[in-house]
């Protein structure tokens, strides 16, 4: 009698396990719109390109910042009303840029003014490019899925390399503010970064990048 309740506990645990295992659900996550990786990439470009920054102008002179530029995301576009499409006010990602010019001229000794105090000077960033490229070298065979066979095999790679490289390059135009009479223009700063994964033989994978302290 033991020996029959032995086997039905453990048809019973086999079952359960089985039911179990069955029912398991998988959660998945959204990625974000830039990943961790992108956005270093994109401000250490910035960085990068503001190393050469300067301007001809009386130091101590107080400057009002304003930015110009395509629009590199869709964060201010109107979807409803009238005023459907319509873009108000400049992209996040320009905010970032003219808000790293206004610190970069505050360390050079100008006093970085808000609009309502009437500043001597106007300092216009023209942001000419910024965003990242992309590039892929696979060598092996790709994602097989067939409709006779119930499952798909994944890539298997041979030898990849994913390439992404960020990019910025901006200038700055200065006025005086009341007149608008035009002061002069720095040079074109540029600034480039770098993260390009590798991968060989199905599992080795390593990384090669400019940026600091990269996920």
Request: proline letters at 7%.
């Amino acid at each position: 009698m033991d020996h029959i309740q032995r086997k039905f506990a453990a048809s019973a645990f086999l079952t359960s396990a089985l039911l179990c295992s069955g029912c398991a659900l998988t959660q998945e996550f959204s990625p974000p719109p830039r990943t961790a990786t992108e956005q270093l990439l994109l401000t250490q470009a910035v960085e990068q390109a503001l190393h050469n920054l300067a301007a001809d102008l009386p130091i101590q002179a107080p400057v009002y910042v304003d930015i110009t530029g395509l629009q590199t995301d869709r964060a201010h576009l109107n979807m409803v009303g009238k005023d459907r499409a319509v873009l108000h006010g400049a992209s996040l990602d320009l905010l970032l840029i003219r808000d790293s010019v206004a610190t970069g001229l505050a360390r050079l000794g100008y006093r970085v003014d808000p609009r309502d105090t009437e500043p001597t000077y106007l300092a216009r960033v023209v942001v000419e490019s910024f965003g990242i490229t992309r590039g892929v070298t696979f060598f092996g065979m790709p994602p097989v899925q067939s409709v006779l066979i119930p499952f798909s095999l994944p890539a298997l790679t041979l030898y990849g390399v994913e390439r992404q490289k960020g990019y910025a390059r901006v200038h700055i135009e200065f006025f005086e503010y009341q007149s608008g009479i035009f002061m002069g223009l720095s040079p074109t700063m540029i600034g480039r970064t770098y993260y390009t994964q590798y991968t060989m033989l199905f599992f080795f994978t390593w990384q090669t990048t400019d940026l600091s302290a990269p996920p």
